[in-house]
């Protein structure tokens, strides 16, 4: 079956998944770390996209990621595993593919799950025990976004930006949404909308963006028996 193409908006966020292939560990030492972002920020610069909020974990990484041209992504992400792959095959005298197939990808309704995603991406090393609090953790844009650490790679999002009048307004407004966890709701609407890439947001959201690119943005309904009774009464009533 062929695959559907992804949902794609210009000018509207993604949050992005890109698995090393088996979940084996795509980064050892900090210089993998440190070339992984500088190769991300130069593609995002050739494609014309925005981070927003990202984090490197052990075997994949999560994105949240505005592109402003309608194959933005994809060639950020082409272009990134080109240049990595390169990399870690000559670091560690390895051979063939790094990643696990296509990358996920998600629609987000800005309004309603921006900010929820930028913490879900942020909270990744805590929920994996990895530390106690997301600034512990130095492969985010935790501390670009809640401390104001230098970090050239990210770009506020709008509803970043409504947080507050200024730069320490905003992350101090940051800093609160952390003090309370991530509705467990929340957590799991992310990672099923991004794990079967389909559109993440509310039904109105949905029917708006499905106007939008006159494609339907819900899976089908499975039907069962297509040949049982309760199923042709079903289909009747449609």
């Known amino acids: ?25 795509i980064f050892y030492a900090e210089e993998d770390y440190q070339f992984y972002l500088e190769k991300l920020k130069k593609a995002c610069t050739k494609h014309s996209c925005d981070i927003h909020a990202y984090v490197l974990m052990t075997n994949h990484v ?63 090393p805590v929920r994996a025990d990895m530390v106690e609090h997301p600034s512990e953790y130095p492969w985010s844009s935790y501390r670009f976004n809640a401390l104001g650490k230098l970090n050239e790679l990210v770009v506020p999002h709008d509803l970043y930006k409504r947080l507050g009048k200024n730069g320490s307004d905003r992350r ?40 939008k690119i006159n494609r339907a943005i819900n899976p089908r309904e499975r039907g069962g028996d297509r040949k049982s009774k309760m199923f042709k009464e079903k289909i009747n009533r449609v």
Not at 77 to 105: H, S
């Open 1 to 25: 079956m062929a695959r559907l193409p992804r949902f794609i908006l210009v000018d509207h966020p993604q949050h992005v998944i890109i698995r090393g292939n088996n979940r084996e560990p």
């Open 62 to 124: 999560h994105l949240l990621i505005t592109p402003h041209k309608t194959d933005g992504i994809s060639k950020v992400v082409q272009m990134l595993g080109r240049y990595y792959v390169q990399y870690f095959n000559a670091t560690y005298q390895r051979t063939g593919t790094l990643w696990e197939g296509r990358y996920k990808a998600t629609l987000i309704d800005s309004e309603h799950y921006a900010l929820g995603c930028y913490r879900y991406i942020e909270l990744n």
């Open 172 to 211: 101090e407004a940051y800093r609160e949404l952390f003090t309370v966890d991530v509705p467990r709701k929340t957590v799991e609407e992310i990672r099923e909308a991004t794990n079967k890439s389909w559109v993440l947001g509310n039904e109105y959201f949905k029917k708006l963006i499905e106007d």
